[in-house]
């Protein structure tokens, strides 16, 4: 006899979603007022940046993978909420842009940029379970983020005798978790039947963190944690 198939929209059914992708922060032109990497751009360069114009370092360097996991839960057809964690990490080289060392050496730093995104989303979806299903979606992310700078620095407050500024070295450290919005579309298409299926998804995110700024080491209060998100996944039914 027939097996029927079964019918996920009578069900309040859950899934599993595992993907990665790419992280692609936003612009210098883009970043927030009092943003820090916006700040040391204006006095830094990154030298392994080969991107036509130099306000798309900032963007370019911090372009990174990521991972993430996420617990859904279906009602009906067309609704789906989300929970999930994610993580992406990213550093890049920097120097002074119009000084160097005593010996004509460059002066340089490392700045890191750590996020654990923790996310809740609900997703209004088309079509039906099994089929290809177009969505769209939004949702609030809290953002635990670390973000290093680590090298050699000028102190521009002192002179020294010869008319020159001291250089240090120090590792300046900020941490925190911050607020954040998100706004997300994408498809689903089953494969070989209605349990497992792959998955594309965008995602714009919205956050700021702090710094600290002068008082820990930093020439800016802020850190934009904005930028999108480009996905590949898989999900399975249960």
């Not at 029927?4 to 993907?19: A, E, F, G, Q, T």
């Not at 990521?66 to 992406?88: P, Q, R, S």
């Amino acid at each position: 006899y027939e097996i029927p198939k079964r019918d996920w929209s009578s069900d309040v059914c859950s899934s599993d979603l595992i993907n990665g992708g790419v992280f692609m922060p936003r612009g210098y032109d883009g970043r927030v007022s009092g943003d820090v990497l916006a700040e040391d751009f204006n006095s830094l360069e990154f030298p392994a940046c080969t991107a036509p114009s130099r306000s798309s370092c900032i963007g370019k360097e911090f372009t990174t993978g990521e991972i993430n996991g996420e617990w859904l839960v279906a009602f009906g057809d067309h609704i789906e909420l989300g929970a999930g964690v994610g993580f992406y990490t990213k550093g890049a080289p920097t120097v002074y842009a119009d000084y160097t060392n005593p010996d004509n050496s460059e002066i340089q730093q490392h700045l890191d940029l750590r996020v654990v995104p923790i996310t809740g989303i609900v997703r209004f979806l088309g079509g039906r379970p099994g089929t290809f299903q177009p969505y769209f979606g939004v949702g609030v992310a809290a953002l635990n983020y670390r973000y290093t700078e680590a090298g050699s620095f000028i102190d521009f407050t002192k002179r020294l005798p010869n008319g020159s500024y001291p250089i240090f070295n120090d590792r300046f450290v900020a941490t925190g978790t911050a607020p954040g919005g998100l706004f997300l579309a994408g498809f689903r298409a089953p494969v070989m039947g209605d349990i497992w299926g792959i998955t594309m998804e965008w995602r714009y995110q919205a956050g700021v963190g702090k710094t600290g700024g002068l008082p820990n080491g930093f020439l800016a209060d802020k850190i934009d944690l904005g930028g999108n998100h480009l996905n590949f996944g898989v999900i399975v039914r249960f």
